[in-house]
T-cell receptor, first 115, second 114 residues
Framework: NAGVMQNPRHLVRRRGQEARLRCSPM?????VYWYRQLPEEGLKFMVY????????ESGMPKERFSAEFPKEGPSILRIQQVVRGDSAAYFC?????????????FGDGTRLSIL | GQNIDQPTEMTATEGAIVQINCTYQ??????LFWYQQHAGEAPTFLSY????GLEEKGRFSSFLSRSKGYSYLLLKELQMKDSASYLC???????????????FGRGTSLIVHP
């Protein structure tokens, strides 16, 4: 039973390029969350999606960032025209629902480095 | 949780007991989670509390007091492998409304030494 799969594990981009981060939730999970983590800091919520719907994007910057979770395939977090400040670890988590005692399960993250 | 507070760092001795505290302020509480995160790895789920009281799971226990906005994670018989960051997360209504999102504290870095 595969866990949450994120790829790539490491991604290097130059300023101005685009970064695409992928996340496949655990089998049976239809809720996906993206978080950003800077060194020595906690996980900052970015966006919460269900299949084909963005439920809550209150933590995502209004510009350059977008997310999707299509009917088929993984969830994608897209960062356009990256800047040095986008360097961070991006974690995806999934859960079978949004309430109840089921915890989020996290992927191993994508470490994004901007040159 | 709009405001979650944890100590930044704690140290303890192998075999000892350590208590990691978490205080929070929230507009609509719907559960508190503790996660363990080793450096460079994914957070892994440890415990969940939604009602007041103590939840015990092996060497780890978690306590919640909703009236005080307070939780703690208790680790017994510490092992070297317990050296990690411990994240407190509170689920409450999203500012955007319509959903409940776990909000994480900055984490407590626990160092276990021989």
């Amino acid at each position: 039973n595969a866990g949450v799969m994120q790829n790539p594990r490491h991604l290097v981009r130059r300023r101005g390029q685009e970064a695409r981060l992928r996340c496949s939730p655990m089998k049976g999970h239809s809720h996906v969350y993206w978080y950003r983590q800077l060194p020595e800091e906690g996980l900052k919520f970015m966006v919460y999606l269900q299949k084909e719907n963005i439920i809550d994007e209150s933590g995502m910057p209004k510009e350059r960032f977008s997310a999707e979770f299509p009917k088929e395939g993984p969830s994608i977090l897209r960062i356009q025209q990256v800047v040095r400040g986008d360097s961070a670890a991006y974690f995806c988590a999934s859960s079978p629902d949004s309430l109840g005692n089921q915890p989020q399960h996290f992927g191993d993250g994508t470490r994004l480095s901007i040159l | 949780g709009q405001n979650i507070d944890q100590p930044t760092e704690m140290t303890a001795t192998e075999g000892a007991i350590v208590q990691i505290n978490c205080t929070y302020q929230t507009s609509g509480f719907n559960g508190l989670f503790w996660y363990q995160q080793h450096a460079g790895e994914a957070p892994t789920f440890l415990s969940y509390n939604v009602l007041d009281g103590l939840e015990e799971k092996g060497r780890f226990s978690s306590f919640l007091s909703r009236s005080k906005g307070y939780s703690y994670l208790l680790l017994k018989e510490l092992q070297m492998k317990d050296s990690a960051s411990y994240l407190c997360a509170v689920r409450d209504p999203s500012p955007a409304g319509g959903s409940y999102i776990p909000t994480f504290g900055r984490g407590t870095s626990l160092i276990v030494h021989p």
